[in-house]
């Protein structure tokens, strides 16, 4: 089926590890976005792009890197991780202009920084 | 100030009801989404609009650009309607989409 897919859906890291988060589309999206999702607060928006080669940052960008090197795949990596990066993560894509039917959002990354 | 404010942001009815959820931004926008969050996690786009009103089912959603603020509607709730509800605005100045905070909606049977 069509839409973003994430991986894992669950992940543990011990403090100062890294992984990378993946995110991948198969609508030919140009626009890829990730967002943290925490209690109390919205979804903040972390990096995005707006096609391949292109990325910028977002809200809350500290600590986080990503790469677009293809349209499908938008990886998000945590460099070193902490626990104030224990969060819910989700990417998420969207078609070209107004005429979108808005955003397509992968089924989230459960990650607990211990 | 946060840029969206959304209200209730708890709202508990008994199935049947008409729901109204309102949201309010500061910001000039080039488009508005509707979210839907359910209990396990999920976010689904229900809506985008950028003028005017647009029904899709029992859902109904509304904008008025100029008053700064939309509303999402539902008509005839269930307990399948049970979710967190989410505005979330595209800036014009940078098109990044900007959450509010949600609204948790519970219908009971």
């Known amino acids: 089926n069509a839409g973003v897919t994430q991986t894992p859906k669950f992940q543990v890291l011990k403090t100062g590890q890294s992984m990378t988060l993946q995110c991948a589309q198969d609508?030919?999206?140009?626009?890829m976005s990730w967002y943290r999702q925490d209690p109390g607060m919205g979804l903040r928006l972390i990096h995005y792009?707006?096609?391949?080669?292109?990325?910028d940052q977002g809200e809350v960008p500290n600590g986080y890197n990503v790469s677009r090197s293809t349209t499908e795949d938008f990886p998000l990596r945590l460099l070193s991780a902490a626990p104030s990066q224990t969060s819910v993560y989700f990417c998420?894509?969207?078609?070209?202009?107004?005429?979108?039917?808005?955003?397509?959002f992968g089924s989230g990354t459960r990650l607990t920084v211990v | 100030k946060n840029e969206v404010e959304q209200s209730p942001q708890n709202l508990t009815a008994q199935e049947g009801e008409f729901i109204t959820i309102n949201c309010s931004y500061s910001?000039?926008?080039?488009?508005l989404h509707w979210l839907q969050q359910h209990p396990g996690g999920g976010i689904v786009s229900l809506f985008m609009?950028?003028?005017g009103k647009k029904k899709h089912g029992r859902l109904i959603a509304t904008i008025n650009i100029q008053e700064k603020h939309s509303s999402l509607h539902i008509t005839a709730s269930h307990p399948r309607d049970s979710a967190v509800y989410i505005c979330?605005?595209?800036?014009?100045?940078?098109?990044?989409?900007?959450f509010g905070k949600g609204t948790r909606l519970h219908i009971l049977p």
């Open positions: 998420a894509s969207r078609g070209p202009g107004q005429g979108a039917s808005g955003y397509t």
């Open positions: 609508m030919n999206h140009e626009y």
């Open positions: 792009s707006v096609g391949a080669g292109i990325t």
């Open positions: 910001v000039g926008i080039s488009a």
């Open positions: 609009l950028s003028s």
């Open positions: 979330a605005p595209s800036r014009n100045r940078d098109d990044k989409i900007i």
